[in-house]
């Protein structure tokens, strides 16, 4: 079985190293995680108004995704302290990476066309209305003006089955090129010779 190498994108049919990832609140994250598929998600900054409106639907089907057997990591290149106010009420593992080492290791980049791409502005409006609606009801604080690591990177989401085997990746080309909830079932429902019944049963991460 290849093994992952750092600083490259990962590719179905790759494993990953086991570790365990501080995240922001509560116990550590382990990836992969032997009781369920992990969806390892590698966002952008902390307040990033397309980040908080993806990751909003995503809350609202939680309760789906782990029925499915899959855990949520989302990993921010932010520092815990600027990500609490905006994620302190996800239903997942969120993760703090203002040095980007998680960034680096599976190959993420960042492009101006994160947000030049025509096909990301009606998520960018839609989205930065969304924010700004939230800060006025006092829900949460704009984002800073200029984030730590930058404000153009790519949407990654990578799937890992128990024995760390990477089975489905997707490198976005724009911002608002990421999976959606639909597609993330698909991908966890196309995984062989898993028993559904046990990760279905795994608690929540």
């Not at 128990?162 to 608002?176: M, T």
Request: with cysteine; hydrophobic share 40%.
């Amino acid at each position: 079985m290849p093994r992952h190498r750092p600083h490259t994108r990962v590719t179905p049919g790759v494993t990953i190293a086991a570790r365990t990832i501080d995240i922001v609140d509560g116990p550590p994250a382990r990836v992969p995680d032997p009781d369920a598929l992990v969806h390892l998600q590698l966002r952008r900054f902390a307040g990033c108004p397309v980040c908080n409106l993806h990751l909003r639907s995503m809350s609202r089907r939680h309760d789906e995704i782990t029925a499915a057997g899959v855990r949520e990591v989302v990993v921010f290149h932010s520092t815990a302290t600027a990500l609490r106010p905006h994620t302190y009420d996800l239903p997942f593992a969120v993760v703090a990476d203002p040095d980007k080492r998680l960034y680096a290791e599976f190959g993420a980049e960042s492009s101006a066309r994160s947000l030049l791409d025509p096909r990301a502005w009606p998520t960018i409006v839609r989205a930065v209305v969304a924010s700004t609606w939230a800060w006025l009801r006092g829900r949460q604080p704009l984002p800073t003006v200029r984030p730590a690591g930058g404000r153009y990177g790519l949407p990654v989401d990578i799937l890992v089955d128990p024995d760390g085997l990477v089975v489905a990746a997707h490198y976005g080309r724009h911002a608002d090129d990421q999976w959606t909830v639909d597609r993330l079932l698909a991908e966890a429902s196309a995984v062989p010779g898993l028993s559904r019944s046990r990760l279905a049963g795994a608690p929540a991460g």
